[in-house]
């Protein structure tokens, strides 16, 4: 790894599915961005000892390398394109490739690879320094809505997702689009959510002893276990809401485990009811 980045790995054997979970780096980010509308006195008690003197958290890098009895898939990509690396004051990663290839990784049994959503710091890792595909020889799986989204001549998708070099991979080899849920195997189930943007996902993957769901940038942070927390990033607030508390209410029903993507020290946990909300509970 060298000095580019904190790795971090712990795997979870679901009962004949194995899931890696692997910190591949961290990053700076504004709190009350990642807060949004919840105010800073309610908010700022939780991570006083995390802000630094510009009021940014510590954010993980994290992604999930899904091993089923069929086959391989990788779950968001980082940061940074193939290729590169930093080691600096706000971003300390590798790329999703080397840290796979560092820890021993197939990256050739790759079969798809699956992004929570295709902002820059989950997507980022699906090209390398010269915007070609990192994984070429996988098959990249998205909600409509995601893809449509970069497509668009929006302002704010243009701010929000590398446009260019998506556009470039996608054309290159299309992406497998679906509308609302999908089975990629018996394992894994994904299901098109919105809210945090058009087409951010849910991916649930089933073991014969446990279930783990992971929900990326809806669910990053273990105080978004209150639906109602949100960030300033959501395009849809109201429906990252909505789509939190129901699928919420199925994990604590089902005790699923649940895997954050960007929390640094307690990245996987179950969610339980906490009367008519929710709380995480680090496992």
Known sequence: MGGAAPQARRQIDLGGTLVDLIRIGTFRSDAGAIFGPVPRTTWEPLVR???DAESRLLQALNLLHVTTPSRSILLETGLLPAGTARDDAEIQSLAAREALLAGGVDIERISLVVPSHLHRDHAGGLA????????????VVAPRGEIEAVASDSLRARAAYDTTTLRRLFRDAEPRAYETTLSLDSAVELRALGGHTPGSQATIIRGTARTLLFLGDLFMRPW?????WVT???DQAWISVDAKATIFTEAAREQ???A???EVDTPLGRIERDGERFRFVAE
Do not use: C, K
């Open 260 to 262: 954050m993507s960007h």
């Open 49 to 51: 000892t995390e802000i």
């Open 224 to 228: 978004q276990a209150n639906p109602r």
């Open 128 to 139: 390398n320094e010269r915007g070609e595909a990192a994984f070429p020889g996988a098959v």
């Open 256 to 258: 699923w485990l649940v």
């Open 232 to 234: 300033s990033y959501d």
